[in-house]
Antibody, heavy 121, light 110 residues
Framework: QLQLQESGPGLVKPSETLSLICTVSGGSISRSSYYWGWIRQPPGKGLEWIGSIYYSGSTYYNPSLKSRVTISIDTSKNQFSLKLTSVTAADTAVYYC?????????????WGRGTPVTVSS | QSALTQPRSVSGSPGQSVTISCTGTSSDVGGYNYVSWYQQHPGKAPKLMIYDVSKRPSGVPDRFSGSKSGNTASLTISGLQADDEADYYCCSYAGNYTLVFGGGTQLTVL
């Protein structure tokens, strides 16, 4: 059974960089034609797609976040990561990692449990 | 790229049917048959209920159905059950390999 687990600091200072890792277990991140994505949810608010990376390394980002986001993949560690620069309080959210088979039809079949990140000094 | 528009809340009694709308533009909902719907219970990760407008993943009851007309997609839940009480989010492909979510709808089972 595939499992995804987010990890990273729960508290980030304003203007700094938020860095999260999603570790995939129970299957290889590079042996299947899947996309690996990041989605976030501010407290009491809705979901927002941040971006996704194909197993080959191609990346796709939300235009509203594109200037601040980098998603990368490390197949040797079976992980993919998210970096969000110049964070503000508006970036406070639960961050989920997820797997989906295409970038057009957003069919997430596996989600991480989510990790809360607070931006505060 | 603006969020898709969903009603903030809907409600229904057990056994009844409810429909949740998701309105976008011709650049997202209206332009592609790639609308998905997610159910989210408090404190949990979302769960896929419908994809490609009207397809159900394995294991999702046929009480859940999806449709689309123009720039508006809809999720209908028939035979409401207590466990259906949750937040529901639509998501659409928006071109140029981007995705956009709706603001979410809180379903209350009375």
């Amino acid at each position: 059974q595939l499992q995804l687990q987010e990890s990273g600091p729960g508290l980030v200072k304003p203007s700094e960089t938020l860095s999260l890792i999603c570790t995939v277990s129970g299957g290889s991140i590079s042996r299947s034609s899947y996309y690996w994505g990041w989605i976030r949810q501010p407290p009491g608010k809705g979901l927002e797609w941040i971006g996704s990376i194909y197993y080959s390394g191609s990346t796709y980002y939300n235009p509203s976040l594109k200037s601040r986001v980098t998603i990368s993949i490390d197949t040797s560690k079976n992980q993919f990561s998210l970096k969000l620069t110049s964070v503000t309080a508006a970036d406070t959210a639960v961050y989920y990692c997820a797997r989906h088979p295409t970038v057009t039809s957003f069919q997430v079949d596996y989600w991480g449990r989510g990790t809360p990140v607070t931006v505060s000094s | 790229q603006s969020a898709l528009t969903q009603p903030r809340s809907v409600s229904g009694s057990p056994g009844q049917s409810v429909t949740i709308s998701c309105t976008g533009t011709s650049s997202d909902v209206g332009g592609y048959n790639y609308v998905s719907w997610y159910q989210q219970h408090p404190g949990k990760a979302p769960k896929l209920m419908i994809y490609d407008v009207s397809k159900r993943p394995s294991g999702v009851p046929d009480r859940f159905s999806g449709s689309k007309s123009g720039n508006t997609a809809s999720l209908t839940i028939s035979g409401l059950q207590a466990d259906d009480e949750a937040d529901y989010y639509c998501c659409s492909y928006a071109g140029n390999y981007t995705l956009v979510f709706g603001g979410g709808t809180q379903l209350t089972v009375l």
